[in-house]
């Protein structure tokens, strides 16, 4: 960059300009930040999870004789008949000779 240009710059170039260094310290302390909070916070134990109460089965006797009902009927397939076109009547007009 000419020297011109650097002296002559505006406000937002310097602000554009100043966007790698913004970057680079928001990394940093975002890094910094991770660390401590690996080094400084409580541990970590994960516990499988238990349900309050214990889980109670109950034995139940089904009955022998019980009806099923019967199968449903079959409604008869047609197949897909695809609608006809109307035949249209073709009118002509003759031109002006």
């Known amino acids: 960059m000419s020297p011109y240009l650097s002296a002559h710059m505006t406000a937002e ?3 554009k300009n100043g966007y790698a260094k913004v970057l680079r310290l ?4 975002t890094v910094v930040g991770h660390l401590l909070v690996f080094m400084f916070g409580p541990e970590f134990a994960p516990a499988p999870y238990q349900l309050r109460e214990k ?3 109950e034995a139940v006797a089904i009955p022998d004789d019980f009806n099923v009902p019967p ?3 079959e409604k008869p397939d047609f197949g897909y008949f695809p609608p006809q076109e109307e035949e249209k009547e073709v009118v002509t007009v003759e031109g002006r000779g």
Do not use: D, K
């Not at 928001?26 to 302390?29: C, L, P, R, Y």
């Open 71 to 73: 199968p449903p009927e």
């Open 26 to 29: 928001a990394f940093i302390v």
């Open 55 to 57: 889980a109670q089965f």
């Open 13 to 15: 170039q310097e602000f």
